[in-house]
């Protein structure tokens, strides 16, 4: 018989095509195995889902909030506005009083014209300047008495008025939007 003679540079070449073999068996996990890790993986993915929608809702949060912050500094802003028109006007009521109450005066007597026009046309620029500052006068006579704008300082008897109405005004109300700068001084009818 004969016997291969094997030099150790066949033995290492032996040994090299050998190795790849062994290596390219692929090792097989076991199905439990692989089920962990998908299973793992499952609840890592509903873990972050969670987590996601965890910090979704506080972003929605925070957004309304601060969409509630902006609009009520918005509306603080137009009240500072209105409030602070109220103060102001509230000082020159009595100027607008006291100019009503010279035309009124002057009806029907014989005052100079230059005084009547000088008055009239302050009257002018008064009312022109409150339309500007959105300050609106009311109350009329004939208007339906309101407790809430009118300040009743008597009460009359008028067959041509209807019931709980304004028979005279002794000072016009003003108020700024809904806000009421003066209540009007009036006398009701028939109430």
Known sequence: MDKEKTTPETQETAEAVEEPAEEQKPEKKPKA????????????IEKLKEELKTEKDKYIRLYAEYDNYRKRTSAE???????????????????ADSITQALTQMEGKDVPEEFSKGIELIAQQLKTSMEK??????????????????NAVSMTEDENLPENSIAAVYQKGYKVGDKIIRHAMVVVANA
């Open 77 to 95: 802003k137009l009240q500072i506005y209105d409030d602070a028109t109220a103060r102001a006007i509230t000082e020159i009521l009595p100027m």
């Open 133 to 150: 500052l959105k300050v609106e006068a009311f109350c009329e006579i004939g208007d339906t008495f309101d407790p809430e704008l009118h």
């Open 33 to 44: 195995e692989k089920k962990q890790k998908t299973d793992k993986k499952a609840a890592e």
